[in-house]
T-cell receptor, first 109, second 115 residues
Framework: GDSVTQMEGPVTLSEEAFLTINCTYT??????LFWYVQYPGEGLQLLLK?????DKGSNKGFEATYRKETTSFHLEKGSVQVSDSAVYFC????????FGPGTRLSVLP | KAGVTQTPRYLIKTRGQQVTLSCSPI?????VSWYQQTPGQGLQFLFE???????NKGNFPGRFSGRQFSNSRSEMNVSTLELGDSALYLC??????????????FGPGTRLTVL
């Protein structure tokens, strides 16, 4: 079946460091891909999405490119802030959403 | 536009009891999906309702059920609660079906604790 694999962390970075969270997927067909973020005590918020191969999603300085050849959708940000501390979920949506296990990010001042 | 609301936010029950959780989607959204989130299993899809019909179902026992009303509000019910049902239950709504790249908007969740 469809599945998503992502680095589970936790990932700890200093403020202004470069962030990469790897995400790879297995799916039949051509799913849409998403990154969601969950701040403490809250539900999930959409961070960015890409609906077809080679699309780049971007939001709030975060970027991810839909790579069909490597079945990947890695999340990147050039300079993280303390306020980016959260759990990040990679997900795909062929029919219903399939989420990865989440990656906890802690950014230290 | 109001977001997805879930009630109650917190719930404590004992084993063997049943519980009903409620979700009100964003106005105009017809699709409502439910997820269970636990530290061990992560986010797991329970079911999706679209226009009062269950469209998809995850791999959960029959103790977990749901329904959707004509105003798109949805409820999920868990009968004969077990300790392992303790989790954060998240509801998400979208304007069309949950697939096809349509963004899902999540509520804050209901934290269920089974003692």
């Amino acid at each position: 079946g469809d599945s998503v694999t992502q680095m589970e962390g936790p990932v700890t970075l200093s403020e202004e460091a470069f962030l990469t969270i790897n995400c790879t997927y297995t799916a039949t067909g051509y799913p849409s891909l998403f990154w969601y973020v969950q701040y403490p005590g809250e539900g999930l918020q959409l961070l960015l999405k890409a609906t077809k191969a080679d699309d780049k999603g971007s939001n709030k300085g975060f970027e991810a490119t839909y790579r069909k050849e490597t079945t990947s959708f890695h999340l990147e940000k050039g300079s993280v802030q303390v306020s980016d501390s959260a759990v990040y979920f990679c997900a795909l949506s062929p029919l219903n959403f399939v989420f990865g296990p989440g990656t906890r990010l802690s950014v230290l001042p | 536009k109001a977001g997805v609301t879930q009630t109650p936010r917190y719930l404590i029950k004992t084993r063997g009891q049943q519980v009903t959780l409620s979700c009100s989607p964003i106005s105009g959204h017809r699709s409502v999906s439910w997820y269970q989130q636990t530290p061990g299993q992560g986010l797991q899809f329970l079911f999706e309702y679209f226009s009062e019909t269950q469209r998809n179902k995850g791999n959960f026992p029959g103790r977990f059920s749901g329904r959707q009303f004509s105003n798109s509000r949805s409820e999920m019910n868990v009968s004969t609660l077990e300790l392992g049902d303790s989790a954060l239950y998240l509801c998400a709504s979208s304007s069309l079906t949950g697939g096809d790249g349509n963004e899902q908007f999540f509520g804050p969740g209901t934290r269920l604790t089974v003692l």
